[in-house]
């Protein structure tokens, strides 16, 4: 049991330190799915992992498009 949890934290603290705002981003997507998932019917529980693959397509986009305009600004 603590080495499950060990590994959990080692992986949690690793996301924040090489990408924080994308981690960050996905552990709110995640909770903001638990969320509608524990407070809506049968059929929202079922169609919730749609919602969070939508919210992390949709962080990873806006992380790309950030990293790229950094990319450009760099070469400028």
Do not use: K
Not at 22 to 32: F, H, K, R, S, T
Not at 36 to 61: F, K, Q
């Amino acid at each position: 049991m603590f080495s499950a949890l060990r590994g959990i934290w080692d992986n949690t603290y690793g996301l924040l330190v090489d990408d924080g705002q994308l981690a960050v981003g996905a552990i709110v997507a995640l909770a903001i799915t638990w969320l509608v998932a524990s407070s809506g019917t049968d059929a929202v529980r079922e169609n919730a992992g749609w919602l969070l693959l939508a919210l992390v397509v949709v962080l990873v986009v806006a992380n790309l498009y950030r990293a790229g305009r950094n990319a450009r600004r760099r070469i400028s």
